[in-house]
């Protein structure tokens, strides 16, 4: 029995002075001293040899040596795997937390709510429409009836179960259905996805998006329209920027103009993006045609306003140098991450 005593105690050196670094080392300690075939088991398997009249002795040794085993591997545990004290002590509270990524706004949408929130300081509220439209608010009720020439300008995508549905091509079909529902004083903007049958390529694309807006009350003038448009460009562009306004022609308003800005670019003094003009088109624009009125009952005499439309695109373009239309529609994240976060 003297051998096995022994034996008890050099175990009881070793435990003592073993030292884990980690779990995987505390693992190690139970599979040796606690496991199924580890050595506190081997020790107890020796009761069978022992006298009768020494069992009691022996046992209540071996059942210490047991618990003393047990009680080592809880204190590894605890300085290893984390128990709730030593966790405490370890946590660094002045390290960063982890960030959680969080992507960014697309850059249309910046550029869309940008110009939707100096307009509402003006006073405009935003109107919204159906993408899938009917021939009239489109085309007909814009002035732009069956067979006129400048529906050759805005070729669109048609609904093959009904001819008379298709796919917007301006916004302008949104402020029919505000007039159709609203008497004036009017003033909305109306930002929207809008489709053209084109060829795509760098500069041209089958969908894009506008912001159009209108403004109808008693003596609204074409001196309004400019200082809405010219405080517009300032906010968007900057107090530098100079604007100046080119007759156009468009069914739905009379007189029209397209306004051109000083090229941000060259600051006027010509280049590429302004084809060496000093000029860049951003808008068309012009006081509302007395027809569009009266389509909607409104009266001609008494109403006057002004309506303009821009290409989100467009100002995105000149606000970032994007030259390439089809990289917004590309979901390249390359070329998405560039702008904003979206916090
Ligand atoms: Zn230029």
Redesign the pocket.
């Known amino acids: 029995m003297e051998a096995l005593l022994q034996q008890i105690e050099n175990y009881k050196k070793e435990i003592t002075v073993y030292e884990a670094a980690d779990a995987e080392a505390t693992e190690a300690f139970r599979i040796k001293y606690l496991g199924t075939k580890g050595i506190v088991k081997a020790i107890m398997g020796e009761m069978k040899n022992v006298p009768n009249d020494q069992k009691k002795q022996f046992g209540q040794l071996l059942n210490d040596f047991k618990l003393f085993t047990e009680e080592k591997y809880e204190a590894l545990k605890l300085s290893t795997t984390g128990g709730a004290q030593t966790a405490a002590k370890e946590i660094d509270w002045s390290l960063p937390g982890d960030s959680f990524p969080v992507g960014t706004r697309h850059p249309l949408t910046i550029v869309r709510n940008e110009i939707v929130s100096i307009f509402k300081r003006l006073g405009f509220a935003v109107a919204e429409g159906p993408e899938i439209e009917d021939d009239w608010h489109n085309f007909g009720a814009m002035n732009l009836p069956e067979d006129h020439p400048a529906r050759d300008m805005q070729d669109t995508f048609y609904i093959n179960q009904n001819p008379a549905w298709l796919l917007r091509t301006h916004t302008s079909s949104v402020q029919a259905r505000v007039m159709e529902k609203q008497k004036p004083p009017i003033r909305v903007i109306c930002p929207g996805r809008v489709y053209r049958n084109e060829t795509i390529s760098a500069r041209a694309h089958c969908f894009f998006h506008q912001v159009e807006g209108l403004y109808i009350d008693e003596n609204v003038s074409f001196a309004d329209l400019k200082q809405t448009l010219y405080f517009f460009v300032q906010e968007m562009f900057g107090k530098d920027v100079k604007v100046r306004f080119r007759p156009s022609y468009f069914p739905f308003t009379e007189p029209s103009a397209e306004m051109d800005i000083s090229?941000l670019?060259?600051g006027g003094?010509?280049?590429n993006?302004?084809k060496h003009t000093?000029w860049v088109e951003i808008l068309g624009s012009g006081m509302v045609h007395p027809k569009v009125l009266e389509n909607f009952n409104i009266d001609a005499n008494k109403y006057t306003g002004f309506a303009f439309g821009m290409g989100v695109e467009r100002i995105c373009q000149l606000k970032y140098r994007v030259n390439d239309l089809r990289l917004y529609s590309q979901n390249d994240v390359r070329f998405l991450k560039q702008f904003t976060s979206a916090v």
């Open positions: 090229c670019i060259c003094d010509g280049c993006v302004c000093g």
